[in-house]
Nanobody, 125 residues
Framework: QVQLVESGGGLVQAGGSLRLSCAASGRTFSMYAMAWFRQAPGKEREFVGA????????YNTDSVKGRFTVSRDGARNTVSLQMKSLKPEDTAIYYCAASSRVFSGTAVAGDYDYWGQGTQVTVSS
């Protein structure tokens, strides 16, 4: 089993920045990729970005292009999401996810086996 714990959410004004972190514990050696998803009220869960254990990174370029950056501290089993130039439409619960089945940074939520509890990000206009 893998446990994921997100932190760093909060309230920020439009144009501001936030950094989310996801700490993984347990059988972390079984994780091939980690990702960030988000879900706004009344909307489906949306892929934000992912990073594989080999360091390949992918993004939902339509939503977060040039504004969000995914990174990993392998030694600490931590994945971060640096968000800048935040917009009110970025308001959502942000979830960290890990896959033990898929090597690539897939955007499909069903490819991920483990999920954190989520952290709320609210961007005020």
């Amino acid at each position: 089993q893998v446990q994921l714990v997100e932190s760093g959410g909060g309230l920020v004004q439009a144009g501001g920045s936030l950094r989310l972190s996801c700490a993984a514990s347990g059988r972390t050696f079984s994780m091939y990729a980690m990702a960030w998803f988000r879900q706004a009220p009344g909307k489906e869960r949306e892929f934000v970005g992912a990073i594989t254990w080999s360091g390949d990174i992918s993004y939902n370029t339509d939503s977060v292009k040039g504004r969000f950056t995914v990174s990993r501290d392998g030694a600490r089993n931590t994945v971060s999401l640096q968000m800048k130039s935040l917009k009110p439409e970025d308001t959502a619960i942000y979830y960290c996810a890990a896959s033990s089945r898929v090597f690539s940074g897939t955007a499909v939520a069903g490819d991920y086996d483990y999920w954190g509890q989520g952290t709320q990000v609210t961007v005020s206009s």
